[in-house]
Each structure stands twice: as structure tokens, then as C-alpha cells.
């Protein structure tokens, strides 16, 4: 096949080589030209219309006929436009460089080898005076009656090398895409690897952290034990001394039931509860920085104390009680200033059930009698009973004596009576009151017995020995003028004020005997928290904080009998809990930023 791409071919001789030839042989080219001019006559070439789209034709000065450009008009040409191969391949004559058209003189022909070229100017061509006629890029032999006029609007070839060119680089973009997705993939595996990496990384970080608490602890307890034995600890020896049976009572005023056990960084914890049975305890801690999250953690009991933060609910504000499950659930219950009261599970670590409070909620407890009923106590001073079998609303809200906050709540036992009846006690600065519900009587009574300590600013109850001890701070009042103000005592604000604690005992469905009152020094700003204790061969013991040494006092019941004196960091005590078990009995006491863990020795 003959090559498609046209090129500009001239002849072996040029123009000024071949003119004498001409001017010699003027009489035989004039009748060679005649005769070709009856031959192009009779070979019978018609004439084609103008299309639009072809390019306008150059018209000389004399006879309106084609004018195909000289060499030297062609030299011109290519100053001024430098023109390049792809420019004119199929769309210019090679002889003249100008494009040829459709119609008139320079219409487009070809000869029998395949080149293509205007016909005014391979007729030129070939009338030229020479003996042998040849095309002017191949030299093939031909004649003026080889020419053929092409009826066309247009002539492009297509490059055959340059397709395979562009069918080569179709194939090399589709291969580079493919690569291309096959990288983005292994990206996206390597960055899945990367978080996987990082989640691992934060894991051995959070555990080398836990040993090195764990290690400071066991070394601090080294050296207690040197001092308490008057020699220092060994150094290169391996064995470490046991927790269980250790005598601490070097840290303590007195010796007493309870000894140190742990001690655990707890910042911005608040609340605490002890769940004996799994092992674990639960805090409502703040989290540091400016509007920090309120979270639950959940720490374990058992070396290396492993703790997990579970994330609250959008709402849930800060908790203000909480207390988990005395039956054994895997339940916690907590309420919140979110106006929620919300069960927990600690297996699974989320939330699995939330009321809507009209108020936001201060207290909570659980029914002793019935492991699905739960209770409430409001800030406006109404307390709600609800049944977790029924999620959508409160089995019933009840108005309180006053508007003031219930700030404790405890499900009591009370066999004295009928079979369904369930008691309540709450406390609110008003005093303690007692709630029967599902008997004929709803309607809370104020606990009168206690008589006029002031206000009542906490409330610990025992269910095994059903012993009642309320703390009071003097009332303020303000309708009471002041004569002098040097008659007052004078004390810094947070800094405790002479208070008491009154110790109760039911006699009856709804009568109370006071046993005995006792003198303590009581926070005057905060709601502090104590706790009572049977313990065997200690009996009843009452747990609370001396706000002006910021000391862990256990005090025998009725007595009031001072029995230990657990030493702080001289940091307020904001919460105190006692959970018992058959193999021994955990204290813990919540200070700012620590929460220590006692052990009871009665119980080993």
C-alpha cells in the first residue's frame, strides 16, 4: 500500500535548468501541449459545483484563471507561516503548497502510483518538456491521461505509525490506572494497619503506665514495711511482701479494723461505688480542660487494675448519686442534673436504660425488695418510683413536704409492714422523711424524733442492722439580726463549722427511737457523705469525715466511740463507701484526686 503521508517532491532539475530546454523546443512543446490539451479534451472531465467548504481560489489579474504559486512564492510562504508536517498532510497540493479544491482548475487529482496533487499543476507538471513524464515524488511513468480527478470535499490520510503510537499509549493509561487502583487499595490497607498500630501503641501505654503505679506502690509499701521493722528493704531480692494480712497501723492514729490497701489516682472524681462480688468499682469523674466530659470509669479491683472510661450519653450533665446493683445485676444506677435518671451495665459498659425527669435529679437508690424498681429524688423535692420493666414513663411521682432538693435516698427494710408495701427514707435539708408506697398512704411524714439539729446535710443507713445516722449543720438565717458581729465565731468558708450526728432506730412501722447525738465538725458549704458498717466483732460502726483534719473517723454505734482514725493528704473527703463480702470488706474513701481502698481484718 502506498505510503498516506504527502510530501513536497520537486524535480531532478530545476526551474532555470529546464527554461532553455523549453525556449529550444518552444515549436514541439506547443504541439505536445495542444495535444494533450485534446486528450485531457476527450478523456471527458466534468466540471463539480463549489462546496462551502471549500477554500476560496486564487484568481490572477488577467482571465480570471488558477495561478499555482512559484518557488519562490513558496519560499515566501514558508516565512511567514512555518508550516509543519501535520499541517499539510492530505490538505495542500505538494507541488504548489496551496490547497486544492473541488472545482475549477485546481482540482484535486491523483495519478496511478496514489500521490495527489492540483490538477492545473500536475498537468504543468507533466507538459513540462521532458521525454520521460514521471510523478514528482515517486517518479512512476505516467501521462496526462493517467490523471484522475478525486470528488471530494476533503482528503486526509490517517497515519498508520501514529495510531499504533496512540493504541499504544491507550494501553499504557489503562496499565497506569490500574496501578494506580491497586496502590490506592494497598494505601487504604496500609492506613487501617496504621490505626490498628496506634490503637495497640495506646494500649501497651495505657498497661506500662498501670505497672509503673503498680511498682510505686509495691516500693512505697517496701518502705513502709522498712521503717515499721526499723531496717531497709532488700534490694536485690525479688519476692514482694503480700497486701493481704499487712499491719499499716504506723500510718493511722490507733490501731483499728481497717488498714490500707491502694491507693488509686482518680482526678475529678466525685462519686464512687463498690461492687465486692466482681471486683470492680465505679466513679463519676470530670474530665480535665475547659468544658470537660462526664464520664464513668470502671477500674478493677485485681492487679494491674485495669481502668475503662465509658462515655455518658449527650445531656447527661454532671452525676450526682450513684449506686450499683446490691443484687448482683451487673446493674449501676445514676442520677444526673440532665434531668436523667439512667441504668448502666457494667458487662457491656453502655447505657441501657434513661427516664426523662421533670426536674433535674440529685438522688437515686435501689429497692431491696424488688430488683426492678428504682427510685429518684428530685431537685423541686418530689421523689420517683419507676419500674424498669415499663421504659416509657415513671410508675408515679410524688410531691414532697417541701421544694427543697433530695439529696439521699435509701430503700429500707421495714417487716413491720403489710406484704407489698415499701418504704423509703429521704433527706433534704427540711429533715429526714419516710415515704410509703403502694398502701393507702402515699403522702411523706418528716421524721420527728430527730428533734431541731439544723440542717440536714446527710443521711447513711445499714440494711442488715436497719441503723439510721443523719449528719446536721446549724441553719442559716438571715431574717435574724446580728447585734454584734464579735459575737459570732469566726471561720473560713469551706473550712467546716461545729455540727452533729444523730444516731436513729426503727421501732416501729413509722416510729423512730433516738439512741444518742454527738458533737462533729461538718462541712458548712458542701453535702459530705458517710456510711454505716455491721462488722462481726466490731459491731456497728459509723464512717464519715472530720472536715478540720480531713481525717477518715470510725466511731462505735450508739456510743459514738472514736474506734480509728484514718489519716488523708489533708484534702476534703467527698465520698465514703462500705461493701461487704464473705471474703472481706472494702472501705474506700474519695479525696481530691485519690480514692484509697481499706481492707476490714475482722473479715479475713
Known amino acids: 500500500m502506498p505510503n498516506p503521508i504527502v510530501y513536497i517532491a520537486v524535480g531532478s532539475e530545476s526551474e532555470e535548468e529546464t527554461e532553455p530546454e523549453s525556449e529550444g523546443n518552444s515549436g514541439e512543446t506547443d504541439e505536445q501541449n495542444s495535444e494533450s490539451e485534446e486528450e485531457a479534451e476527450a478523456e471527458g472531465f466534468i466540471p463539480v459545483m463549489e462546496s462551502p467548504r471549500v477554500l476560496p481560489e486564487k484568481e490572477g489579474e488577467e482571465g480570471g484563471g488558477r495561478i499555482c504559486s512559484s518557488a519562490g512564492e513558496v519560499g515566501e510562504n514558508s516565512q511567514g507561516n512555518e508550516w509543519n508536517r501535520g499541517d499539510i498532510d492530505g490538505l495542500f497540493c505538494t507541488i504548489c503548497m496551496e490547497a486544492w479544491t473541488t472545482s475549477a482548475d485546481h482540482h484535486v487529482c491523483c495519478l496511478p502510483c496514489g500521490h495527489i496533487f492540483g490538477f492545473s499543476c500536475i498537468r504543468k507538471w507533466l507538459q513540462q518538456g521532458r521525454t520521460t513524464k514521471k510523478c514528482p515524488q515517486c517518479n512512476r511513468k505516467c501521462t496526462l491521461k493517467d490523471v484522475r480527478k478525486l470528488f471530494a470535499s476533503r482528503i486526509v490520510a490517517i497515519d498508520g505509525e501514529s495510531q499504533k503510537r496512540i493504541q499504544s499509549l491507550e494501553s499504557e493509561c489503562i496499565s497506569l490506572e490500574q496501578k494506580t487502583a491497586v496502590l490506592i487499595k494497598n494505601e487504604a490497607e496500609w492506613r487501617k494497619k496504621e490505626a490498628k498500630w496506634k490503637r495497640r501503641e495506646a494500649l501497651l501505654q495505657q498497661q506500662l503506665h498501670q505497672f509503673k503505679e503498680k511498682t510505686n506502690y509495691l516500693e512505697h509499701l517496701l518502705d ?10 532488700s534490694m536485690g531480692g525479688s519476692q514482694v511482701p503480700s497486701l493481704v494480712g499487712q499491719n499499716l497501723g504506723s500510718e493511722f492514729n490507733g490501731q483499728g479494723p481497717f488498714m490500707l490497701q ?60 450513684l449506686h450499683i446493683c446490691p443484687s448482683g445485676s451487673s446493674l449501676a444506677l445514676f442520677a444526673s442534673l440532665g434531668k436523667k435518671l439512667s441504668v448502666l451495665s457494667t458487662k457491656i459498659n453502655q447505657v441501657t436504660l434513661a427516664y426523662d425527669l421533670p426536674a433535674p435529679a440529685w438522688s437515686c437508690s435501689w429497692d431491696l425488695n424488688s430488683s426492678h424498681q428504682i427510685y429518684a429524688g428530685l431537685q423541686n423535692g418530689s421523689l420517683g418510683v419507676f419500674d424498669m420493666r415499663q421504659t416509657a414513663r415513671p410508675l408515679d411521682f410524688v410531691n414532697g413536704l417541701t421544694s427543697n432538693p433530695i439529696h439521699t435516698i435509701y430503700s429500707t427494710n421495714n417487716p413491720t409492714l403489710p406484704s407489698g408495701v415499701t418504704t423509703v ?29 439544723g440542717a440536714c446535710i446527710s443521711l447513711a443507713y445499714c440494711p442488715r442492722s436497719d441503723d439510721i445516722v443523719a449528719s446536721f449543720r446549724p441553719r442559716i438565717d438571715n431574717s435574724v439580726e446580728i447585734a454584734s458581729s464579735q459575737a459570732l465565731p469566726i471561720h473560713a468558708l469551706g473550712q467546716g463549722v461545729q455540727g452533729s450526728h444523730v444516731h436513729l432506730k426503727r421501732v416501729e412501722s413509722n416510729c423512730y427511737q433516738k439512741l444518742a447525738v454527738t458533737c462533729a465538725n461538718v462541712n458548712d458549704v458542701r453535702l459530705p457523705r458517710s456510711a454505716v458498717m455491721n462488722i462481726e466483732n466490731d459491731g456497728c460502726l459509723f464512717v464519715s469525715g472530720n472536715e478540720l483534719t480531713c481525717e477518715l473517723v470510725l466511731q462505735e454505734l ?47
Open 224 to 233: 513502709v514495711q522498712s521503717r515499721t521493722l526499723g531496717h531497709p528493704p
Open 558 to 604: 450508739p456510743s459514738f466511740t472514736v474506734l480509728q482514725c484514718l489519716k488523708s493528704q489533708k484534702q476534703p473527703i467527698y465520698d465514703v463507701k462500705y461493701a461487704h463480702a464473705c471474703d472481706g470488706g472494702f472501705l474506700g474513701c474519695l479525696s481530691e484526686g485519690i480514692l484509697r481502698l481499706y481492707s476490714n481484718r475482722a473479715l479475713k
Open 262 to 321: 491502694k491507693e488509686l489516682d482518680v482526678d475529678g472524681a466525685r462519686l464512687f461505688d463498690i461492687d465486692a462480688s466482681s471486683k470492680i468499682i465505679l466513679l463519676a469523674r470530670r474530665l480535665q480542660g475547659l468544658g470537660g466530659t462526664h464520664v464513668l470509669t470502671k477500674t478493677s479491683l485485681v492487679a494491674p487494675y485495669m481502668r475503662e472510661d465509658i462515655p455518658l450519653p449527650f445531656g447527661t450533665k454532671a452525676v450526682r448519686d
Open 425 to 453: 427514707l429521704s433527706a433534704s435539708s427540711a429533715g429526714i422523711c419516710q415515704w410509703n408506697f403502694s398502701g393507702s398512704e402515699q403522702r411523706p411524714f418528716l421524721v420527728s424524733e430527730v428533734g431541731n439539729q
